[in-house]
């Protein structure tokens, strides 16, 4: 056991993809919470398709992939909340349609270009390979930026959240605040997905949320320990994902999916108790 | 000078004016209900006096030191509060985030607050349960709770009893009246419910884009505008 993990850190690319994936699995699940009770579950997926979008861009012009992507999926998040604000498309029908546009602007890109190769593959699925230095670096000043929004605007992150209107009629600015989970959720997504993949990224956002309401009943339990199990989830996922030779986003997909059963049976039990 | 004066306001919703030319005041103490059929303009209205839609005509004056965030608003429920995971000492804590300004922690105050609202409507006892646990009278109950935290003068309600049954209904009113009368904060209530709120309030606003009625709870009774109201709607 110890041997296995001596030998997983004696990769930088291993010590860099924990690193990562720990801090990106952090955010997402903080975000998450509010994102998932606020009904923006899909938003996760719209934005990996869009920075699938920009990656493919990217790729084909040789530029660096966070500098194209980061910029493309923040507008497009940015752009989703005021589309979904306005009455005229709806939240949901908004990201599938800028998902697909997205998705389908860098499929042409790519077969114009490069065409269907391992970049791309890895874009799809996630590469554990795929954190460099400058990863490492993003990811550090994006949760510095999550932590202080988390801990310094709860309360008000808990109003919005909880009920919007009202918010805004006490004097909360509660489109700065959506407009700043937006931004966050956008990095988030370009860090974590070219290691879990553009199809799976979402997952972090949505399955410590749902997970963690399975048993606890207060907001506060709830954002704790989805940040707590979202970060287990990866560290577990990204073991199996080495000791087997999985893939890592599956992984860590299907090591949320546990804790999701897991946690479920808990909370049945639980309100059992309670009933008697 | 009133807490909130109207004076000829005019409000559009989605480029339809929706509300035209009204004016009217509430003083201190007062108890005013805003009746009117469904799209007659009382939630843009109720929108307006909360400031976030401001009229295109016309303004909204507030004094007596009333401040805009310091209306304390009894929304309609939402969905997204149906499987909210939320304490009840959570949520109505969250009444008094408006005088926290920029300052991100609640003080000793503002929880002390809290707890002595929770305690006037009688939900202390629960207030480690789940939000989303509750039932429907005591939901009202603990949002009642943060509307007060957020306010010394005024609550606004939207259709406070949608949904509730009679009893629970009629216990709600003694509630608000006891707001009213007791602790001397002004409540200003959309309602369908015209028979049951006829005996609390004591003025009336009937909307219909323009005020069709507006005075005292009395002199409605006895206009032909609220004999035509009360009385259809005990025929019906």
């Known amino acids: ?276 | 000078m009133a807490l909130v004066k109207c004076d000829g306001i005019s409000i559009a919703y989605e480029g339809q004016t929706v509300v035209r030319d009204l004016s009217f005041q509430i003083e201190q103490g007062d108890y005013l209900c805003i009746v009117g059929e469904n799209g007659s303009g009382k939630s843009t209205l109720v929108k307006s006096l909360l400031g976030l839609k401001p009229p295109f005509k016309g303004q909204i004056l507030l004094g007596d030191g009333l401040k805009q965030d310091e209306i304390g608003y009894l929304p309609q429920q939402t969905v997204v509060q149906k499987d909210f995971p939320a304490s009840v000492y959570e949520v109505v804590l969250s009444g008094r985030l408006n005088s926290r300004g920029w300052r991100p922690f609640y003080s000793a105050e503002d929880k002390k607050a809290a707890r002595e609202n929770m305690e006037l409507l009688g939900i202390r006892e629960m207030e480690h349960q789940c939000f989303r646990d509750l039932s429907g009278g005591q939901k009202q109950r603990v949002l009642l709770a943060r509307a007060l935290c957020a306010t010394k003068k005024l609550l606004l309600l939207d259709e406070p009893v949608t949904g509730l049954d009679p009893l629970v209904t009629a216990e709600f009113y003694q509630l608000i009246e006891k707001v009213n009368k007791e602790a001397k904060i002004a409540v200003v209530m959309v309602s369908h419910d015209i028979e049951s709120t006829i005996q609390y309030a004591s003025h009336i606003l009937h909307l219909q884009e323009s005020a069709l009625f507006y005075g005292t709870a009395q002199a409605y009774q006895n206009s032909t505008v609220g004999k035509r109201f009360l009385g259809g709607e005990g025929n019906a």
């Open chain 1, 1 to 276: 056991m110890l041997d296995t993990f001596m030998e997983m850190m004696s990769y930088p690319f291993m010590v860099r993809a924990f690193l990562v994936g720990s801090l990106v699995a952090l955010c997402s699940a903080l975000l998450g919470v509010s994102l998932v009770l606020k009904r923006y579950s899909m938003i996760g997926d719209g934005l990996s398709h869009v920075g699938f979008g920009a990656l493919a861009i990217a790729a084909a012009l040789n530029m660096a992939p966070l500098v194209v992507a980061i910029p493309v999926v923040v507008v497009a998040a940015v752009l989703l909340l005021r589309i979904s604000g306005s009455s005229k498309i709806k939240g949901d029908a908004a990201i599938a349609l800028i998902s697909t546009g997205a998705l389908a602007i860098g499929i042409m890109v790519i077969s114009m270009t490069t065409g269907m190769n391992t970049d791309v593959y890895n874009y799809m699925f996630g590469s554990i390979l795929a954190m460099s230095g400058e990863d490492v670096q993003f990811s550090i000043l994006l949760s510095v930026a999550v932590l202080i929004l988390y801990l310094f605007f709860y309360n008000k992150i808990f109003a919005i959240t909880f009920d919007e209107t009202f918010a805004r009629a006490t004097g909360v600015r509660a489109n700065l605040y959506n407009t700043l989970i937006a931004v966050l959720t956008a990095v988030t997504i370009v860090l974590g997905m070219r290691m879990m993949g553009a199809l799976l990224i979402s997952s972090l956002i949505i399955f410590p949320a749902l997970t963690s309401m399975r048993v606890f009943k207060n907001f506060k339990g709830v954002i704790l320990n989805s940040a707590i199990v979202s970060v287990v989830c990866l560290i577990l996922g990204v073991t199996i994902s080495y000791v087997y030779a999985t893939p890592a986003g599956a992984s860590v997909v299907v090591v949320n999916m546990a804790m999701l059963a897991i946690y479920s049976v808990i909370g049945v039990l639980k309100n059992r108790n309670n009933g008697k």
